[in-house]
């Protein structure tokens, strides 16, 4: 019930294309959710977040959509460039505590 | 200043050596962590500080003993490592979940550490 599942494991979008990625999660007691992007040998950093209350947060080229009663979210990047390619993670945190459930990834190809 | 600062960035040692990674940040930020991250891995949680105490040992064997000296720095002691703890060691900071709404995690660059 702690998972966070991502899908999918690898993606390859066209420059200009939109770049999908999901998340489902189990634990209805999470009550915050950010995307991480992580560029090989860097730390993730993060990218965009969401809470319940709300099903979408945009900032830029970055969506996050938010489905409360199938308890999924999902990133879009719109107008994916190459230096988008990079490793995204979705995850989950649950108030009062420090334990974020990170989903396995997902390493994006974008091609020029 | 957003940054958690890491160092050294890289890291070679043997199985019989004690070395130790570092922290910091100047964010204001009380609680910090260490995890660890294997390739083509999620990070994974090792330890939490909260207020320079430790709230959370994910289990983590011995060989490992971390260190809150004060409130901007972590450190992670290593002696007696293994091949297989070979990874990208990350620290992480939050302002600190138990008293803010801000659960926003900055990650360091990470510490890349070869175990030989």
């Known amino acids: 019930q702690q998972q966070v599942k991502q899908s999918p494991q690898s993606l390859i979008v066209q420059k200009g294309g939109i770049s999908i990625i999901n998340c489902a999660y189990e634990?209805?007691?999470?009550?915050?959710f950010p995307w991480y992007q992580q560029f090989p040998g860097k730390g993730p950093a993060l990218l965009i977040a969401?809470?319940?209350?709300?099903s979408e947060k945009k900032e830029g080229r970055f969506t996050i959509s938010f489905n409360k009663s199938a308890k999924q979210f999902s990133l879009h990047i719109m107008d994916s460039q190459p230096g988008d390619s990079a490793t995204y993670f979705c995850?989950?945190?649950?108030?009062?505590?420090?334990?974020?459930?990170f989903g396995t990834g997902t390493r994006l190809k974008v091609l020029a | 200043d957003t940054e958690v600062t890491q160092t050294p960035k890289h890291l070679v040692m043997g199985m019989t050596n004690k070395k130790s990674l570092k922290c910091e940040q100047h964010?204001?930020?009380?609680?910090m962590y260490w995890y660890k991250q294997k390739a083509k891995k999620p990070p994974e949680l090792m330890f939490v500080y909260s207020y320079e105490k430790l709230s959370i040992n994910e289990s983590v064997p011995s060989r490992f003993s971390p260190e809150c000296p004060n409130s901007s720095l972590l450190n992670l002691h290593l002696h007696a490592l293994q091949p297989e703890d070979s990874a990208l060691y990350l620290c992480a900071s939050s302002q600190d979940r138990s008293r803010t709404q801000n659960e926003k995690l900055f990650f360091g660059s990470g510490t890349q550490l070869s175990v030989l």
């Open positions: 964010m204001g930020h009380r609680a």
């Open positions: 969401i809470r319940p209350d709300v």
């Open positions: 995850a989950a945190l649950s108030s009062g505590t420090y334990k974020y459930i």
């Open positions: 634990n209805t007691a999470f009550d915050y």
